[in-house]
């Protein structure tokens, strides 16, 4: 069975600051996808990036930063110079399949962003 | 601009009412899904299609079944609400194959409060 952990319930932070959401996860698959997607305060989910497992290249993408570290089953997620447009509650998954309905998410991080 | 669209997003039933959660994408997606979403589980898969007439279980189906009737319509139903069906669900949708299966489109969530 596969299983998400987002130790971190809620995190406050002043803008500006950098902010790391971790995301640790349980598979004994070889092969699997690991996402992190946003919900802000509309309720829509966004996709926000899909790693598979043979690819441990970190990822930036703007602002943004994904570390991806199989040693420690791990996909962190940095937001850098951090904006209150940032609040939202962030979820981290694991997918064993390409079919979608094995998806497994963690429990969210709600990322509070002060002015 | 892509869309999945939930009908309501704020409902009010009493117990043991029959309720309808209507979902409606327009991508020609094969793949729908309803997901529950409860604070610190994350989301929880309740039923998914991957095509007209199709359905499979998800993770928590008792008390819920669904109907796709049409490939971009996916309901919900709970046949007799209980209160510990009081919930956010969102819908979502993706396609069946290639790189995109598995990443989801998400509607943005219908908040039921069952008293």
């Known amino acids: 069975a596969q299983k998400v952990t987002q130790a971190q319930t809620e995190i406050s932070v002043v803008e500006k600051e950098d902010v790391t959401l971790d995301c640790v996860y349980e598979?004994?698959?070889?092969?699997?996808?690991l996402f992190w997607y946003k919900q802000p305060p509309s309720g829509e989910l966004v996709f926000l990036i899909r790693?598979?497992?043979?690819?441990?290249q970190n990822e930036i993408s703007g602002r943004y930063s994904w570390n991806f570290q199989k040693s420690t089953s791990s996909f962190n997620f940095t937001i850098t110079a951090s904006q209150v447009v940032d609040s939202a509650v962030y979820f981290c998954?694991?997918?064993?399949?390409?079919?979608?309905?094995?998806?497994?998410f963690g429990g969210g991080t709600r990322l509070m962003v002060k002015p | 601009d892509v869309k999945v669209t939930q009908s309501s997003r704020y409902l009010v039933k009493r117990t043991g009412e029959k309720v309808f959660l209507e979902c409606v994408q327009d991508?020609?997606?094969?793949?729908m899904f309803w997901y529950r979403q409860d604070p610190g589980l994350g989301l929880r898969l309740i039923y998914f299609?991957?095509?007209?007439?199709?359905?499979e279980k998800g993770d928590i189906p008792e008390g819920y079944s669904v109907s796709r009737e049409k490939k971009e319509r996916f309901s919900l139903i709970l046949e007799s609400a209980s209160t510990n069906q009081t919930s956010m669900y969102l819908c979502?949708?993706?396609?069946?194959?290639?790189?995109?299966?598995?990443?989801?489109?998400f509607g943005a969530g219908s908040r039921l409060t069952v008293l």
């Open positions: 790693r598979n497992s043979f690819d441990e």
């Open positions: 598979t004994r698959d070889t092969t699997y996808y």
């Open positions: 299609s991957y095509d007209v007439k199709m359905k």
């Open positions: 998954a694991l997918s064993i399949n390409n079919a979608g309905n094995m998806l497994t």
């Open positions: 991508m020609d997606h094969e793949n």
């Open positions: 979502a949708s993706s396609l069946r194959s290639g790189l995109g299966a598995n990443v989801l489109t």
